[in-house]
């Protein structure tokens, strides 16, 4: 498998989630250093074995940018590399990617990457109004919802999208969700509940939208030698990519968030695997309409035939391609696209019971972010 | 009464924008080295980086390049005006702003709807570039 260009040869070893949703009492910090605790443990590792830091200030996170800061200081350790970045939900694979670059390049041998949030219960972000200078809340354009309605709107006109295409996506991550014991929504749900919900953003409702919750992921990521000698079942890092549009309106493709499609072929080229390769998918889902545009942008269909893609439970469990297999953050809780990264690693291992994408060899997860700015993707693979 | 919904921060970068709009114009940079008009307001062209420009009067036609129909409030101001349409418009000389359409129901909004540009004072020092349908939908 190895020896492509841009694959390092480096691995996931060590995932930990705490409990998710509403954690009244908890705080970003403290969420940080359980899940820490719990990727430490999952790995078989001590501490003192983590010389790099990589964290996303949650959007409570008092500290904001500095958070590498309080974190180390809290888990008591001596980094020789460590930053923090806020990319939204391109940001843990971004953390991937520096981290697996940081170990080819012999700046770290272990790193910890580590997000926290209290955005359920510590006051929500997300429904303020973005822009630079001038905010688009002059004409009313408020929430990260609306950027994808704008999306959601212009694919239904250019492809015949539906509204009820968009409902599968949130029929297949609660269907996967109920299968997730530590998922937050796991009532099933039916196009119909979907097409009754409110409408928040037209042509986005309630069931389009991802939630907000409280929570603390990490992942551990070193070099696949290493990995071999540890606890856990390495899961290898094959390709990691970044791209990104900072250009919001003034880019005339900023709707169609062109970049991820960037983002999905270099990591595909560094894995040396396209998109047939791929057993299973963590699409990210902020809203529904983001997964069927990451199913275009990523291979697994042309670009306006994603609508079509989902119908019929086809990314579902036993579909064509079962995608966000723990629920996403549609169903199984708002981690900014962290918990993709943990499950796409937990399928590789095989540790998923009865929601287990049988014999899953390489998984493909994806991340974007921000006013639909930024994105990420990554091809993992069993060792 | 007082305005309560969000109002601009005017500034030396952006006051050609705003004080054209309260003589009723449109105008926006336009790059005197590559000719691009660009928005959001900016201290360079984002093609070609030169900082000269000129603030050219547009058509203000464009069309509804994507439009969203609020229903949640996510700002108090805004709760009497539920559900309201946020539209991406795309102007004849190719920027794309924010804005609403006026004069038509929401439900009779369609993408690549012909609009052109009115001029809604909401302030003294504001006034705000709306559209409408340049014919009937």
């Known amino acids: 498998m190895g020896g492509h260009v841009g694959a390092p040869h480096v691995a996931i070893v060590g995932v930990g989630a705490t409990p998710q949703g509403k954690l009244p009492g908890a705080t970003p910090l403290g969420l940080q250093v359980d899940a820490f605790r719990l990727a430490l443990a999952d790995a078989g590792l001590r501490k003192d074995e983590v010389d790099g830091l990589l964290t996303m200030p949650g959007t409570t996170t008092p500290e904001g940018a500095r958070n590498y800061l309080r974190l180390g200081e809290a888990l008591g350790l001596a980094p020789r590399f460590t930053a923090s970045l806020s990319m939204g939900g391109a940001t843990a694979l971004v953390l991937m990617q520096l981290a697996t670059q940081a170990i080819a390049a012999g700046a770290a041998t272990t790193v910890a990457c580590v997000f926290g949030d209290t955005a359920r219960t510590g006051g929500s972000r997300f429904a303020a109004a973005y822009g630079w200078g001038d905010s688009w809340g002059i004409w009313g354009m408020f929430a990260a919802a609306a950027n994808s309605a704008m999306t959601a709107r212009r694919h239904m006109h250019e492809y015949g999208t539906t509204s009820r295409q968009l409902a599968e996506v949130a029929v297949a991550c609660r269907r996967h969700a109920s299968l997730n014991p530590a998922a937050v929504m796991r009532e099933p749900m039916t196009i119909e509940d979907h097409q009754a919900s409110r409408p928040v953003v037209e042509p986005l409702r309630l069931y389009d939208c991802c939630l907000i919750s409280d929570g603390g992921v990490a992942f551990i990521v070193t070099s696949v030698e290493r990995a071999r000698r540890l606890r856990a079942?390495?899961?290898?890092?094959?390709?990691?990519?970044?791209?990104?549009?900072p250009e919001t309106i003034g880019n005339p493709e900023w709707w169609y968030v062109p970049h991820q499609q960037t983002a999905a072929e270099a990591a595909y080229r560094a894995a040396g695997v396209g998109p047939e390769a791929v057993d299973v998918a963590q699409l990210y889902d902020n809203f529904t309409i983001s997964v069927i545009v990451w199913l275009e942008h990523a291979g697994f269909c042309k670009r306006g035939e994603g609508g079509a893609f989902v119908e019929g439970g086809r990314i579902q469990l036993g579909g064509a391609l079962p995608v966000n297999t723990a629920g996403g953050n549609l169903s199984e809780s708002y981690m900014q696209g962290w918990l993709h990264v943990v499950e796409g690693v937990r399928q590789l291992r095989g540790e998923c019971g009865p929601r287990q994408v049988e014999d899953a060899e390489v998984g493909l997860v994806t991340g974007r972010g921000m006013t639909l700015n930024c994105a990420a993707a990554a091809v993992l693979a069993r060792d | 009464?007082?305005?309560?919904?969000?109002?601009?921060?005017?500034?030396?970068?952006?006051?050609?924008?705003?004080?054209?709009?309260?003589?009723?114009?449109?105008?926006?940079?336009?790059?005197?080295?590559c000719g691009h008009h660009r928005y959001p307001i900016a201290p360079a062209c984002p093609r070609c980086l030169a900082a000269e420009h000129e603030w050219t009067r547009l058509s203000?036609?464009?069309?509804?390049?994507?439009?969203?129909?609020?229903?949640?409030?996510?700002h108090e101001a805004f709760r009497p005006d539920v559900p309201y349409n946020v539209a991406l418009v795309q102007l004849d000389e190719g920027p794309f702003?924010?804005?609403?359409?006026?004069?038509?129901?929401?439900?009779?909004?369609?993408?690549?709807?012909?609009?052109?540009?009115?001029?809604?004072?909401?302030?003294?020092?504001?006034?705000?570039?709306?559209?409408?349908?340049?014919?009937?939908?």
């Open chain 1, 233 to 245: 079942r390495p899961v290898r890092v094959l390709g990691v990519a970044q791209a990104h549009s």
């Open chain 2, 60 to 74: 203000g036609r464009g069309r509804v390049f994507s439009y969203v129909v609020f229903h949640h409030v996510y």
């Open chain 2, 97 to 137: 702003m924010f804005s609403n359409v006026v004069g038509v129901p929401n439900e009779a909004l369609r993408c690549d709807l012909p609009v052109t540009v009115v001029f809604d004072r909401v302030t003294e020092a504001v006034t705000l570039p709306r559209f409408r349908p340049l014919e009937d939908p």
């Open chain 2, 1 to 33: 009464m007082t305005y309560a919904k969000p109002l601009p921060t005017i500034d030396d970068d952006n006051r050609p924008f705003w004080e054209a709009l309260t003589h009723g114009e449109l105008r926006l940079q336009r790059c005197l080295a």
